[in-house]
């Protein structure tokens, strides 16, 4: 579908919560509506690429909108330029407010009162920016994920945790392009509950995309993705449904989800050790 404010249009699909083969009824609808989830795509990738762990976020009871940025999602007539992330806040505050408002495009199915917001890589940043920073924070959001991303100055404003949203941040410790100090630096500025899930070996794309779409990246190795994916899914979820479906998961049923020897570790709460420079950010101030 698209969404349109006046002259703005942007693609955007929309995946819908339905039976599993065989399962029987179609889930029902809850009175209020399903938690919207809104996911901002990594730069020069299809948000059609990360379509198996959307689709798992719909499957578990959600709304989950994938809108195509102009200028930096691959086979858009315009080309791509990465210069154009810093209107994505802007354009994604669009997308939330056509989807979830009174009156909007999916009024009465997503519960307004409940929307998650996350992104991968320049989507991470997009996200971070549209929860933390002051010039683009958008109101009314419940819980976000940061997917291997990072607070960039090209922004604006000022990276302010206040009010703080419920946050995963998610790194892979072998990446070269959305460095861990980048991650880490996310995670140490928050005040609030705040979840860093280190993915030990992993590159930048390999634990979220779909392995069809990995191919396309010769740089990222498939040997390990899947254990990567799993983990993902896994502690993603229960996030979602601690702080966005206010289903019965827990603090400790995330931190089991993403405590698996020899791929991924799980922390809560205290600031986790900065090592290294994350290039286009602002000056680091951990909080306690």
């Known amino acids: 579908m698209d969404v349109t404010d006046g002259d703005f249009t942007l693609p955007t699909t929309i995946y819908y919560p339905a039976r599993a083969a065989g399962s029987g009824a179609e889930p029902l609808r809850p009175s209020g509506g399903w938690p919207l989830i809104v996911f901002s795509q ?30 930096t999602t691959p086979g858009q007539p315009e080309g791509l330029d990465e210069a154009a992330i810093v209107e994505h806040p802007a354009e994604l505050a669009v997308v939330v407010c056509q989807l979830s408002g009174l009156g909007g495009t999916l009024a009465g199915v997503v519960d307004a009162s409940r929307i998650g917001l996350v992104g ?23 819980a976000a994920i940061i997917l291997s991303g990072a607070e960039l100055t090209s922004f604006g404003g000022s990276y302010e945790a206040d009010p703080a949203v419920p946050m995963l941040v998610t790194q892979g410790d072998a990446d070269t392009v959305n460095l861990p100090a980048c991650s880490e630096q996310i995670y140490d500025a928050e005040t609030g509950t705040r979840y860093y899930l280190d993915l030990l070996g992993a590159d930048h794309l390999a634990p979220y995309l779909d392995p069809s779409a990995l191919s396309q990246f010769p740089g990222e190795p498939e040997a390990d993705a899947p254990a990567y994916r799993k983990v993902v899914r896994a502690v993603t979820l ?38 290294g420079y994350c290039s286009g950010t602002p000056p680091l101030s951990v909080s306690p």
């Open 42 to 71: 990594g730069y020069a990738v299809s948000p059609a690429a990360y379509s198996r762990l959307l689709e798992s976020w719909a499957a578990a009871g959600y709304v989950v909108a994938a809108p195509s940025y102009p200028y």
């Open 120 to 142: 991968q890589s320049d989507g991470g940043d997009v996200t971070d920016a549209a929860v933390n920073d002051t010039l683009w924070r958008i109101p009314g959001i419940s």
């Open 238 to 275: 229960a996030f979602w449904q601690r702080y966005l479906a206010d289903q019965t998961s827990t603090d400790s049923a995330i931190l089991a989800a993403g405590s698996v020897p020899g791929t991924a570790t799980l922390v809560a709460g205290p600031a986790v050790p900065v090592e």
